[in-house]
């Protein structure tokens, strides 16, 4: 049991659970221990003396604790549309990386009527969601604590092992991976530095139905050249791209190799869609698309659905003279040149106090030239910079700004 201050927030992280640990917390007497340790505030102000107070009364037991009652709290909102989750246990990276209930879900219900083989099952977050829609559901972990959590956190119905994922242990499954992209609450980046590696991942699984939870910045070129063809799709939920998930070819939708799911409004696009969408000038919205239709690659198919035109065809924004339901824009007030000395003016005639700067295509700070522009009024727009105007076509480009009053 290793405890780390954390410097910025003045908490206290457990970083290591042990095969003890859990044993311990899956007892009678560490249920009775959770139970006390529960009634704690344990807030930022109360935390150094609650966690005293634990000490007193549980010793050595005490980090595992409070650690267990922490990651609790949290996973009531992120997990909590998967049921009762007030018991579970977690480690703190696994808790970190674990998929959200909604896109847990989301994908569950793609396989649903299915086998599926969660092979890095971890703490159970996956397999909870898809109990409920898979004809059958087996995981496995290399992990012997987070399966052991997992085997806590999960139904006797769900059939687990430990396995590496890389060694397959099932036939005629459909298989998902989430590799590891944290160690020590630190993100990996690159999919060399996944846990499994995604490329050996992905040989492993030639040929069979398989899915793998991405990061949302995964290079899709470096995607491809893994030897990956089936589909990729960018998940966003509550307004932030959750994920990219690679869904092989007997998976997928025939045709389809970029989808955009937005759970918040059940909207889903494919590269399959129509993408007639045509270049124009500013209406009376302008529209910033979901980050998972611009992350897929689906703007145009955006725009096309919802009868709007882009600003410039390298740019995401759209416009329109209305708006699609549910959905922020920008009524355009003003279109001018971008300098900062006329758009000062031009917000300063509005009565402009705050700002919020959205930037496409062009090198600025928002947060720096907020400062720099000094306003003091006291209406709350919007500006959007955009570069307008392919270079080289009809005298190359420019960068245009365009205040706003936003829909809310």
Known sequence: MVLQRDGHRGQTL?????????SYLRSESGAAA???????????????????????????????????????????????ELGDVSGWLFTGDALQQATAAPVAAHRARR???????DATCSIG????????????????DIDPVRLAMARHNL???VDLCRADALRPVTRDTAVVVDPARRSGGRRRFSPDHYQPALGPLLAAYRGRELAVKCSPGIDFDEIARLGFDGEIEVTSYRGSVREACLWSGGLAQPGVRRRASVLDRDEHLTSADPDDCPVGPAGRWIVDP????????????????????????????????????????????????????????????????????????VQVDPDALRRRLRLRGGAALSVVIARIGR???????????????PSR
């Open 34 to 80: 959770l139970a006390s340790v529960a009634e704690f505030e344990l807030s930022d102000i109360s935390r150094i003396a609650d966690i005293a107070a634990v000490r007193g009364r549980f010793g050595e037991r005490a980090p595992v604790l409070v650690e267990t009652t922490l990651l609790r709290r949290k996973a009531a909102d992120k997990l909590g």
């Open 111 to 117: 396989l649903a009527g299915r086998v599926v083989h």
């Open 125 to 140: 977050t996956e397999l909870a969601a898809l109990c409920g829609v898979a004809q059958r559901v087996i995981g496995s």
């Open 155 to 157: 139904t006797a119905t």
């Open 290 to 361: 979901d980050g998972a239709v611009v992350r897929a690659g689906l703007v145009r198919h955006y725009g096309a659905r919802h009868g709007l035109w882009q600003l410039d065809r390298d740019i995401a924004y759209l416009s329109g003279d209305r708006l699609p339901p549910g959905v922020r824009g920008f009524e355009v007030l003003e279109r001018l040149p971008f300098d900062e000395r006329r758009l000062r003016q031009a917000l300063t005639a509005l009565d402009c106090g705050a700002a919020e700067i959205l930037v496409r295509g």
């Open 391 to 405: 270079s080289g076509a009809g005298g190359g480009s420019h960068a245009a700004a365009y205040v706003c009053r």
């Open 14 to 22: 457990l970083t290591v659970f042990t095969s003890d640990d859990v």
